[in-house]
């Protein structure tokens, strides 16, 4: 399927032959169960691993990609690439059953941005921030000001961290954000991601990356729009969003009953409202705070802490991917995009094994832990129906749902351990 999507990214003959799509999504997604962030580590792990090599169709005498063979590919293949898979695995849990869509769930977190606060440059004048402090100093009439008078004169100035003063010289979508404050006060550059998650199955259904600045009722509309894209590509329709009270503004609720959906937006308590200024959004604030006092409405929002918390730990946490390795909303996004789909992957999986606990494994035979399942499911996601011009085609997808038990089979297997059946979070042994 994903070979079919990227073939018009190869060329017929130019150049040294590129590692095919299946290898690099492959890659991408042990990135996301063995919890690697950056490119550089999942191409060593990749290398050092047997199981892995084996796992991805590489001979020991053959060498797997190397880190820049991994950006390189990331970079030349669009965004839409990576949607193909992620929708792909949608469209195999809407096949399953495990797909309602019908109320969906949104929240957003903060992801740390390879940026460096000591590298920001004023947009006017591209000069760095010591720079800056030093035309303040001599402007204020110290000739030769040490690196005290400088902290001094910058203390109590007040918006010296604007995001429309400063920005990151290799990085403009970076944004200056006191919510990644490290523990020593120190202020990092992130980037927001913002997620809906199927409330009846967990599924992440929309992944998007915005600017950190505008708050949470700002982003809201273009993730909602990504989840309703994607799931009206299935047939499906949301019919409810739940939102937590960071969500909530007059703009959000009139937002909500435009598209014709019901919101259950928890209500922070602002006291007695004036309508005079916002008359429309007085009738949907309104029936959005009955619906939110209602039973459902409170079990909704306690399910909000379950199924997006998990999903953000599993994708973030676990996943690797708290502090980004790569600059650029786009970049970022088709990283995000593979992780949600190994995501919802292990949903599916977990449906396949019918086990829900670790200590479910213990004792089961291969056969019974239906290792042929699960290499159906990546064979269909990675192995072309036709392989792209000008690659070989036995290098597009090595795995086959007929293997038996052996080295690529237990990796799958303690790979999705962790996530399916939600192991400890520890690192297992290298298997080389």
Same mark, same amino acid.
């Given at each position: ?13 130019? #150049? ?57 590919? +990331? %970079?030349? !293949? ?6 193909? $898979? ?6 195999? =849990? ?23 606060? +000591? ?29 005290? @008078? ?6 109590? +100035?007040?918006?010296?961290? *604007? ?20 523990? @020593? ?5 992130? /980037? ?35 989840? %309703?894209?994607? !799931?009206?590509? =299935? ?13 909530? *503004? ?9 598209? #014709? $959906? ?70 970022? %996004?088709? %990283? ?10 292990? =949903? ?25 399942? !699960?290499?159906? $499911? ?8 036709? /392989? ?15 293997? #038996? ?7 799958? +297997? ?16 290298? @298997?080389?």
């Amino acid at each position: 399927m994903c070979e079919e999507t990227c073939a018009a990214h190869y060329a017929e003959r130019q #150049g040294r032959p590129s590692i095919p799509p299946g290898v690099y999504f492959r890659m991408l997604v042990v990135g996301y169960l063995e919890g690697i962030g950056s490119e550089r580590g999942i191409a060593w792990r990749c290398a050092e691993s047997l199981s892995l090599r084996e796992f991805l169709g590489y001979e020991l005498d053959e060498n797997p990609p190397d880190h820049s063979t991994v950006s390189r590919t +990331r %970079r030349r !293949l669009p965004v839409e690439c990576h949607e193909a $898979v992620f929708a792909r695995v949608l469209e195999l =849990l809407e096949e399953s059953g495990l797909l309602s869509g019908k109320t969906l769930g949104v929240d957003a977190t903060t992801l740390e941005g390879n940026a460096a606060m +000591r590298s920001i440059v004023r947009r006017d004048t591209g000069e760095g921030y010591q720079l800056f402090l030093e035309g303040l100093a001599e402007a204020s009439g110290i000739e030769t000001p040490s690196r005290a @008078d400088l902290a001094k004169l910058d203390r109590k +100035r007040p918006k010296k961290g *604007s995001n429309d003063d400063w920005g990151h010289p290799h990085d403009p979508d970076a944004r200056i954000t006191r919510i990644t404050r490290m523990k @020593d006060g120190r202020t990092r550059m992130g /980037h927001k991601l913002e997620q809906a998650v199927d409330m009846s199955s967990g599924a992440v259904c929309g992944v998007t990356v915005q600017p950190t600045t505008g708050g949470d009722s700002r982003s809201l509309p273009k993730t909602l729009e990504e989840a %309703r894209r994607q !799931l009206e590509r =299935l047939g499906l329709g949301a019919r409810e969003v739940v939102c937590d009270k960071g969500y909530h *503004s007059n703009a959000t609720v009139k937002h909500l009953a435009g598209l #014709g $959906v019901r919101g259950y937006v928890s209500e922070p308590n602002r006291g007695r409202r004036s309508w005079k200024r916002d008359r429309a959004a007085q009738k949907p604030t309104y029936a959005n705070r009955r619906r939110i006092r209602g039973e459902r409405g409170k079990g909704l929002l306690r399910a909000c802490g379950e199924k997006l918390e998990r999903a953000f730990a599993h994708l973030l946490t676990t996943g690797g991917m708290r502090r980004t390795h790569l600059r650029g909303h786009e970049n970022i %996004r088709k %990283r995000l995009l593979v992780h949600a789909a190994g995501f919802n992957l292990a =949903l599916l999986m977990r449906s396949r094994f019918g086990y829900g606990t670790p200590r479910s494994l213990q004792g089961r035979s291969p056969s019974t832990l239906q290792t042929g399942a !699960l290499a159906a $499911v990546f064979s269909a996601l990675f192995r072309p129906k036709s /392989h792209v011009p000008g690659q070989p085609g036995a290098a597009w997808a090595r795995i086959s749902p007929q293997r #038996g038990p052996g080295p690529v089979g237990a990796t799958i +297997r303690r790979h999705f351990a962790k996530i399916i059946f939600r192991a400890p979070r520890r690192r297992f042994a290298t @298997d080389c």
